[in-house]
């Protein structure tokens, strides 16, 4: 049963526009989210992270939103760039035992120029 | 070289075959992971070791055998893997496991086929 969802797997936008990156969760017990990208025959890279304790985090043109009630995230990305094309993963930590990653499965944003 | 690199990039072996996959973290860092991703799955944590001692095996099948002589270098030795073994192997480090297991920084990776 996976914990984190990325329901969408890809993502199209115009450049300039922005894009939102989905991402649920089931387990109540996570504490920290991050947002990984990775570019193709490249590791995922961190992009930006949030506590639970926030409900929202910005980094220049990446903000990430958190919903603990709805156990929903978003990253938005504005304006969007073409080099901002690349995989998205949701992780999510601090359920149960250990605070390894769950990561979801990625959703594909592709921005068009 | 910078950041955390593997080697190599890309492997094909046969089920009766013995390899290893080797990964080298340039960053001062003393936790260091095995992750799999295979075909439209999430990243799946295999191994995590601490100053060179193991942490976590998520109940990986033992014909993956991890390694990790010291801080810097994470060795996976793979024999008599199976067709469902091939998938994409990411290395990863952190500066420890203080807190939430975040900001871990990751290799390239190395795509493994088995035949």
């Known amino acids: 049963d996976q914990q984190v969802k990325q329901n969408s797997p890809s993502l199209s936008v115009q450049e300039g526009r922005i894009s939102i990156l989905n991402c649920d969760y089931t387990n109540s017990m996570f504490d920290y989210f991050l947002w990984y990208k ?35 995230l978003s990253l938005h990305i504005v304006p969007s760039q073409p080099g901002d094309s690349a995989v998205y993963f949701c992780a999510a930590s601090g359920g149960g035992a250990t605070n390894k990653l769950i990561f979801g499965t990625g959703t594909l944003l592709a921005v068009q120029p | ?42 990243l799946e944590l295999m191994f995590v070791y601490n ?42 480090s952190s500066q420890d496991l203080a807190g939430a297991w975040g900001e871990q920084y990751f290799g390239p990776g190395t795509r493994l086929t088995v035949t």
Not at chain 1, 44 to 72: C, M, Q, W, Y
Not at chain 2, 25 to 37: I, T
Not at chain 2, 60 to 82: G, K, Y
Request: contains cysteine; positive net charge; proline residues 7%.
């Open chain 2, 51 to 92: 100053f060179k001692e193991q942490t976590e095996n998520n109940s990986v099948p033992s014909r993956f055998s991890p390694e990790c002589p010291n801080s810097s270098h994470l060795f996976l030795h793979l024999h008599t893997l199976q067709p469902e073994d091939s998938a994409l192997y990411l290395c990863a």
């Open chain 1, 38 to 72: 990775k570019y193709p025959a490249e590791g995922p890279t961190f992009l930006i992270s949030i506590s639970s304790i926030k409900d929202k985090n910005e980094d220049g043109r990446f903000t990430v939103f958190l919903n603990k009630s709805a156990k929903h």
């Open chain 2, 1 to 42: 070289e910078t950041g955390v690199t593997q080697t190599p990039r890309h492997l094909v072996m046969g089920m009766t075959n013995k390899k290893s996959l080797k990964c080298e973290q340039h960053l001062g860092h003393n936790a260091m992971y095995w992750y799999k991703q295979s075909a439209k799955k999430p």
